[in-house]
């Protein structure tokens, strides 16, 4: 974490797919398919590689701060 922005670099060992950035919010009474949609909503780089047999995301929220004057 800097003052400009946070970043997570995650690794997970589930199967490999290709994300969506265009996902959409599904339904109300949809059980899953949430995760990519929120991520775009509030993140500003989300990056998956795959190394070996896990899921390599680099996550970035860069900080807006007010303007002092």
């Known amino acids: 974490m800097s003052d400009d922005e ?5 690794v997970d060992s589930g199967a490999a797919f290709a994300i969506d950035l265009a996902a959409t919010m599904p339904g109300a009474d ?5 995760g990519l949609a929120l991520a775009e909503a ?25 303007d002092p004057h």
């Open 30 to 34: 949809a059980e899953s398919g949430r």
């Open 6 to 10: 946070i970043v997570a670099d995650l």
């Open 42 to 66: 509030v993140l500003d780089v989300v990056e998956l590689r795959r190394v070996g047999a896990a899921n390599h995301w680099h996550l970035v929220r860069r900080l807006r701060h007010a």
